[in-house]
Nanobody, 125 residues
Framework: VQLQASGGGLVQSGGSLRLACSTA????????IGWFRQVPGKEREGVSY????????YYADSVKGRFTISKDNTQNTAYLQMNSLKPEDTGIYYC???????????????????WGRGTQVTVSS
């Protein structure tokens, strides 16, 4: 399984970026994808997840209403549209393949089992 995040860059506060997570080695329509971000000195934070089967989604409170996760199964690519960016959104963004721990898990509690290389997002004030 391979995942690769791209699309990061430098943007001013209030701007937008769209990250892409290209995947290989598994079928995106049967799998779940999550976006995470990390800043120095802090733990990696789950930003948004999508269930590959029913399309249900999870968003961290800090990004609700501003970020949108989606996927294109034909391209085996997941996306994170980030609007109204704030300086506190700065960090390295990673995509990951997610899986449930048990039958009652919802997408919000899925855990990563494979990681891709990250992409840097910098939001200037």
């Amino acid at each position: 399984v391979q995942l690769q995040a791209s699309g990061g860059g430098l943007v001013q506060s209030g701007g937008s970026l769209r990250l892409a997570c290209s995947t290989a080695g598994f079928t995106l329509s049967y799998n779940h994808i999550g976006w995470f971000r990390q800043v120095p000195g802090k733990e990696r934070e789950g930003v948004s997840y999508i269930n590959g089967g029913d399309g249900s989604t999870y968003y961290a409170d800090s990004v609700k209403g501003r970020f949108t996760i989606s996927k294109d199964n034909t391209q085996n690519t997941a996306y994170l549209q980030m609007n109204s960016l704030k300086p506190e959104d700065t960090g390295i963004y990673y995509c990951a393949a997610l899986g449930p721990n048990g039958p009652d898990d919802t997408v919000a509690t899925y855990q990563p089992w494979a990681w891709g290389r990250g992409t840097q997002v910098t939001v200037s004030s």
